[in-house]
């Protein structure tokens, strides 16, 4: 069974930059593709980004697109998500999640993103 651990999580300023990563043991996640998603406090968790199994293709959410970007290292078993020009809004707990079938089908335990004023 797959396990995926998420890092790279803290506080930051508006304007700042992080940058997250999803480390998978267990099983490649090489043919699989994989994705992030947040949850903000009080609210549900949402999509942000998607990449497929060869990172050939990528998909954001409209409030992430050209800010964020979604990249993997599949030798490393690695999934990355860059975080450029961070805003309040997206202060949220990130995770990472495998596609199957399209949906999200196992999650890590996520990190926290938090963006100050």
């Known amino acids: 069974q797959v396990q995926l651990v998420e890092s790279g999580g803290g506080l930051v300023q508006a304007g700042g930059s992080l940058r997250l990563s999803c480390a998978a043991s267990?099983?490649?996640?090489?043919?699989?593709?994989m994705g992030w998603f947040r949850q903000a406090p009080g609210k549900e968790r949402e999509f942000v980004a998607r990449?497929?199994?060869?990172?050939?293709?990528?998909f954001y959410a409209d409030s992430v697109k050209g800010r964020f970007t979604i990249s993997r290292d599949n030798a490393e078993n690695t999934v990355y998500l860059q975080m450029n020009s961070l805003k309040l809004e997206d202060t949220a707990k990130y995770y990472c999640?495998?596609?199957?079938?399209?949906?999200?089908?196992?999650w890590g335990q996520g990190t926290l993103v938090t963006v100050s004023s």
């Open positions: 990449i497929t199994w060869t990172g050939s293709s990528t």
């Open positions: 999640t495998r596609f199957v079938n399209n949906s999200p089908d196992i």
């Open positions: 267990g099983r490649t996640i090489s043919t699989y593709s």
